[in-house]
């Protein structure tokens, strides 16, 4: 990996929020960095990893990644670990127990919340954790705050004693912005101190935390109320002030930059006296939050009239084209309804890419989905579920496919008595959540045939490594996991486990076939790589022969985006019935050359690019 060097301290850069918290990280000295990719927050790591004297890893999961920041923090040394906001939920076990232990080297945990669910399953707020969990949570509102708070988190976790959540949104994460960066300090490792009284939570020893944590909640309190991170922005027009925090601060200000702002930097414990004292000088206090109306809640509770969610959306970004006309409404001013933009786009669903191994493994399931119960997992393969193959009949979180599939046996009804049942999981989910699950079908002797879609890759957020790749983050060889065997170490028998080519589409078809009606846990594993990795290398590209093709369509089932209709038509059957055609080309510069179209062209018009001699176009496709 390119190193990011010393060079360009006390310089202004242009970083994304990512970049920012990677920088603001290393400089403050942190010697050990740990995370689980998941979009918005996969660049933090993989930026860190590119500085210097630190030693940045990606875990198998979020809880893993927690747990390596708090044993590098027991032994003295400034550590650091980030996930996104359902990565948390993984976390929790680690972290609930941990805030009340405490941190000897500073911790903290950077969480990247996807405020309108651009890339996740859900919308949680991690603000909550602070209250939850107890801990202090810094929120900044671009890159140049990123980069001082990932800083100023470390001091503040090593002076209290406590996890520091550094909370950004996809909106800080990935917009860049000026920077003007420092210089590295280094923290050596203070060593282990032994203090099992403390460390080992155990019944007795958590009794005891309780008190201290709860003097600690009440010194975190006083130091949001002097906290520079949390300031008055005075402004002339009086008649609404508003209490926010991270990018809608941004919006906010352009929408009203004449409005008087209390801007929060520490969003968690709440400055709660000087908010008092601030609502005293406006009409009326608003609080703009994203999500959840957590500030306005406590405010109110703290006996501090306030609006909130009555004037401003639950959902999604309070961007200044939503938050402006909702307040101009509430000040009983008149909103000029403006249209939406129309997108000058072409409208393209989500779908995976020219020439992906899940392909021909979607392709077969939405042969079989009649006969069977499709489980799905998060990741690439979570997009079986749309056009073409709607293949997959549940998907709920990450990991979570085979414990559901175990019960979906378990639970099944007469309607369901004939019906195979198949769970469906990536290499990485695999490892990261889903060993459990596989754990548990054997178990209880599941009727469930697992299909583990191994591409080499994290896919999803962009190819990255994991133990089952063969590679580390740093690029270097490090040992690497056979599915196989795992598989059989948890108790699945040897001929029970398959290992398919999904570009041989015939064989993983009759495989699917023989393994759904075996009344026994079994486990398929596929071993075609990502096409966008590395060792992904390309095949000699397909073409269409334009006049042997019949418009039969059966082509565009697979789902490859290559795939193009170039005309349609209705043509009569030979009964009179109306059948609709559609003729197609293939984009040869994307084609990989798997060859799956081609195993379902009867008429045999889908030829290698570089065998055709004659027909039209053939030359513009060389």
């Given at each position: ?80 670990s980030a996930m996104k906001h359902v990565g948390v939920n993984v976390a929790s076990d680690a972290l609930m127990s941990q805030t009340l232990a405490g941190v000897a080297g ?517």
């Amino acid at each position: 990996m390119k190193r990011l060097a010393e060079a360009g301290e006390n310089r202004p850069q242009l970083l994304s929020g990512n970049d920012a918290v990677a920088r603001g990280v290393w400089e403050a000295g942190a010697r050990v960095a740990a995370a689980y990719p998941g979009t918005p927050s996969t660049e933090i790591l993989e930026s860190l990893a590119r500085y210097p004297g630190i030693r940045a890893n990606w875990a198998v999961n979020e809880k893993v990644s927690l747990e390596i920041a708090i044993g590098a923090s027991l032994a003295g040394s400034r550590a650091f670990s980030a996930m996104k906001h359902v990565g948390v939920n993984v976390a929790s076990d680690a972290l609930m127990s941990q805030t009340l232990a405490g941190v000897a080297g500073g911790l903290v945990i950077a969480v990247a919340d996807d405020v309108g669910l651009s890339s996740s399953q859900n919308e949680q707020d991690s603000r909550y954790w602070g209250r939850f969990a107890h801990l202090p949570i810094l929120e900044p509102c671009d890159s140049q705050e990123a980069y001082e708070m990932a800083k100023a988190a470390f001091d503040l976790s090593e002076r209290f004693q406590v996890p520091v959540l550094l909370r950004v949104t996809t909106r800080v994460s990935h917009v860049k912005s000026v920077v003007t960066v420092g210089e590295r300090i280094e923290h050596a490792a203070k060593g282990f101190e032994k203090n099992p009284a403390r460390w080992v939570l155990v019944p007795a020893v958590a009794k005891r935390r309780l008190g201290d944590q709860a003097v600690r909640d009440r010194q975190l309190a006083a130091y949001a109320e002097t906290c520079d991170f949390n300031r008055v922005e005075a402004g002339a027009d009086r008649r609404v002030g508003f209490v926010t925090s991270g990018p809608a601060y941004l919006h906010l200000r352009e929408a009203f930059p004449d409005a008087p702002v209390f801007k929060l930097g520490l969003g968690y414990p709440l400055p709660i006296e000087r908010i008092r004292a601030f609502a005293a000088t406006v009409d009326a206090l608003i609080v703009a939050e994203e999500t959840e109306p957590l500030i306005e809640k406590e405010l109110r509770a703290a006996g501090i009239a306030a609006h909130g969610k009555d004037i401003l959306p639950a959902t999604d970004e309070l961007t200044p084209n939503v938050v402006g006309p909702a307040v101009r409404r509430f000040l009983g001013e008149a909103v000029e309804t403006v249209a939406p933009l129309k997108a000058d786009v072409f409208p393209r669903p989500p779908t995976m890419c020219v020439g992906c191994p899940h392909l021909a493994v979607y392709y077969c399931l939405s042969r079989l989905k009649k006969q069977v119960n499709i489980a799905g997992d998060i990741g690439c393969y979570t997009l079986g579920a749309g056009h073409p193959w709607n293949a997959l009949d549940t998907c709920t979180c990450m990991g979570g496919s085979m414990g559901m599939a175990l019960g979906m046996d378990l639970g099944r009804g007469e309607t369901d008595k004939d019906r195979g049942i198949v769970a469906v999981i990536g290499d990485s989910t695999f490892l990261h959540m889903g060993m459990p699950g596989l754990l548990n079908i054997v178990y209880e002797g599941g009727n469930v045939t697992v299909l583990i879609l191994d591409n080499r890759a994290t896919g999803m957020t962009g190819g990255q490594e994991h133990p089952g790749t063969g590679h580390n983050l740093r690029g270097d060889a490090a040992p690497r996991v056979d599915f196989g065997k795992l598989v059989e170490a948890f108790g699945v028998k040897p001929e029970r486990i398959r290992r398919v080519d999904p570009a041989e589409m015939p064989v993983l078809f009759k495989t699917l076939k023989e393994e759904i009606a075996t009344p026994e846990p079994s486990v398929i594993i596929t071993n075609r790589p990502c096409t966008l990795i590395d060792c992904f290398c390309k095949d000699t590209p397909f073409r269409v022969v334009e006049e042997d093709c019949t418009g039969c369509s059966n082509c565009l089932n697979v789902g490859c985006p290559a795939i193009q209709v170039i005309r349609t038509g209705v043509e009569k059957s030979g009964k009179g019935k109306d059948i609709e055609r559609k003729w197609v080309k293939i984009d040869t510069a994307a084609c990989t050359g798997c060859g799956l179209c081609q195993s379902t062209c009867g008429p045999g018009a889908i030829v290698r690019a570089g065998n055709v001699v004659a027909g039209p176009g053939a030359g513009a496709a060389r």
